[in-house]
């Protein structure tokens, strides 16, 4: 011992990292990445590597080049933003759109705000709105899943999207589910069709429940979103099943699980409290079927989520941690 | 039934209790001794030897130097060399009293045969008055006199005595040897407490991962109650381990489920809390005539080679302790008097233990080593792991914009410097370090608000005369 060493307390410090969570995060995703890849076939696996290389080589490139800083990819959570970003686009996503989504998530919505922990809107949402907003026709462009050996692609629509349009010609919930031979353990499983992510409900599921376990997040925020999915939409069923989708159709469809288990449970992005979280969960399951209900697209979670985004900074200044000793 | 803990916030950093299975051993005396004159909150002791006086073991060398101040009383035989300053573990000069050890002649009052002295004292204010001339400070940490705190301010009335033998601490095991090998003077220390306090119900707290020490003093307690009515209403109680349990505040909030006010004292919830080792040394003053004198202290670490729970003459250099064990390890990158969460890391290890010095710990670089900071990632982990419910990471953004009025707002005085949100940090964040100059700003703008209160009123008071 040649020096001794004198600093404050503590002299101990936990073993978990910035970079250990964003790894759980990571092996937290690779059910639904793995169940994606075989049901949507090599083409996810193609969406998903490009997704994640864009992702991290644009942050690398910012911080190194722009920034003239020390490169950020080591904390994992580029790569985190390029699965999430993978698995909320249709397999059939051509290559330079899934780059110009990486691009939006990566260089704008988080680099420009200055890099992990500073940005207000989750970075794949963001990417994945801009991509919905300005590439309609692919990002709307379904595909049946055909499975890793599957040959002949068949596109459809999801089932959201199936039933808003068969509402709008004037048929009925029911009639609809029928005619299009839904079922919930097909939605509990997979082939339903939609954003690559969205396909097995079950693998997600997992994926929370690992993340919950190894305390990575809460479920606070997850239950309060699905719980008010479920109960909203129990409200409206009751009032007109005819017009209005059941509860167990609302929270197995879409983009709900996969938002609410891993977007909505961003750190960065939302509220630091769990009495805010709950606000917050509220916030995206109201909004979430009230556009999936009464608004012009099909699915909303991802709009939900980005609007309740905006109201992280407000429920961290009205929400606080109850203080020892004090009412 | 679910275990019993604290109910905001707290860490699990791993046990680390090495030396656990080390018994007590006596320390040998060293040929020099330092006795610093002060080793408790307060006012510093006023020496009342002078250079060349022969001392012997428990003769007192230094008085209260006010209310708030403790007796101090030589350690060793032998001849005062020098009362001066000396360094402290922290490099600050700090008054001492030097004494060259002559033999080991005890002070003839002083009863140290190994008898259990069961009977005990009638008269309250016999027994507080035996405590203060014992010298007798808190030994949980922060060395509060213990004759003050038996002494609660009129209107206040204690209905808890607990005696704190959570040792929440990593590594550090001289509580739990003290509770295993003198557990009987230890409940007998609580009896005396309890009758000083007269206070029906006394809590002893130990954490579940010390299951012999909860089982040994159950059984002791069971024993005890046969010698007399001042021994019923001892509890024992096991408590989930946590950290910082043995916390004033946090034990408190498990034990009795109240929680003291922000900038309040125990006993304004009708507690009064002690560390085992204080019970220990309440019962050698007032049983056995013997005032502190000594202190058990672990001396551990993984990569020290040998562990050990001695039982050291206060004023002895730290250096002589680790030369009897063998030595600073080649590997030891940092020594800490205390535990690895709150203690202090030291400077200077020709320092001398003092009263409170309950552990040496040895660490390696990589064991200490500080992750580099990067961003915050607002995962809220600090908030979840305050105990005292604060918002480190608000505290530290306000902090670094200097806003002492927010920082007030949010309780950054509350802060108890347990070191949880430093610790469980991802980022890598010098949360406390920021937060705990934050704290000592805001208190001193407080102080000086009340002074200044203080002072206004007390101009209005005399105008209108």
Known sequence: MDKILVSPNPHLHSKTTTKVLMRDVVIALLPAVVVSVVFYGWKELFVLAVSVLSCMAIEYFITRFCLKKVSTLGDWSAAVTGILLALNLPSTTPWWVVFIGALVAIGVAKMTFGGLGQNIFNPALVGRVFLLISFPTYMTHWEIPQGLFGVDAVSGATPLGAIKEGLMQGASVPDLMASHGYTYSQMLFANIGGSAGEACAIAILVGFIYLVVRKVIKPWITLSILGTVAAVSCVFWLANPAQFTDPLFNLLTGGLLLGSCFMATDYVTSPMTTKGGIIFGVGIGFITLMIRYFGSYPEGVSFAILIMNSTVPLLNNWFHQKKYGRA | ?465
């Open chain 2, 1 to 465: 039934m679910a275990r019993r803990t604290f109910s905001i916030g707290g860490v699990h950093p791993a046990d680390s209790k090495i030396s656990r299975d080390c018994k007590l051993e006596y320390l040998p005396i060293p040929p020099t001794v330092y006795i610093a004159l002060s080793q408790h909150i307060g006012a510093p002791a006023k020496p009342v030897v002078e250079v060349g006086d022969k001392v012997k073991v428990g003769q007192v060398i230094a008085e209260p130097g006010a209310f708030m101040s403790a007796y101090i009383h030589s350690s060793v035989s032998g001849t005062v060399k020098s009362i001066g300053p000396r360094k402290d573990l922290s490099g600050n000069n700090q008054m001492v009293v030097e004494i060259a050890v002559e033999g080991d002649e005890w002070m003839e009052n002083i009863d140290r045969t190994d008898t259990l002295v069961t009977d005990i004292p009638e008269d309250p204010k016999a027994i507080i008055e035996k405590i203060k001339l014992g010298g007798v400070v808190g030994l949980g940490g922060a060395t509060f006199p213990t004759h003050v705190k038996l002494s609660p301010p009129p209107g206040k009335k204690c209905e808890m005595l607990i005696i704190n033998g959570c040792e929440c601490e990593p590594y550090l095991t001289s509580d739990f040897r003290t509770l295993l090998e003198k557990g009987e003077q230890v409940v007998v220390g609580t009896a005396i407490i309890k009758k000083a306090l007269g206070v029906d119900k006394a809590t002893i707290a130990i954490e579940d991962n010390k299951p012999e020490a909860i089982d040994h003093i159950t059984k002791v307690v069971e024993s005890l109650k046969a010698k007399g009515p001042e021994y019923s209403g001892i509890e024992v109680l096991s408590l989930m381990k946590k950290y910082p349990e043995g916390g004033e505040k946090q034990l408190i909030d498990a034990v009795m489920h109240r929680q003291v006010k922000s900038g309040g004292l125990p006993i304004d919830v009708g507690a009064v809390v002690d560390n085992v080792c204080t019970a220990l040394a309440v019962y050698e003053a007032v049983q056995k005539n013997k005032p502190l004198i000594d202190n058990s202290v672990t001396v551990t670490g993984e990569c020290f080679p040998k562990q050990a729970n001695l039982i050291v003459r206060v004023g002895t250099p730290l250096n002589y302790v680790i030369d009897f064990l063998g030595g600073v390890p080649e590997t030891a990158a940092k020594v800490i008097s205390g535990g690895p969460m709150m203690g202090k890391s030291i400077a200077n290890l020709d320092a001398a233990t003092m009263k409170g010095t309950g552990g040496l710990l040895f660490l390696t670089r990589e064991q200490t080593k500080r992750m580099p900071e990067s961003s915050c990632i607002r995962c809220g982990k600090c908030a979840d792991a305050c105990p005292m419910g604060l918002e480190p990471f608000l505290l530290n953004r306000l902090a670094k914009a200097g806003d002492t009025d927010a920082l007030e707002a949010n309780a950054v005085q509350d802060c108890i410097m347990c070191g949880c949100c430093l610790y469980s940090c991802p980022a890598g964040i010098p949360l406390l370090d920021v937060i705990s100059q934050a704290r000592g700003q805001v208190m001193g703008i407080m102080r000086a608000r009340a002074a200044a209160a203080k002072a206004a009123a007390e101009a209005a008071k005399a105008k209108t005369e």
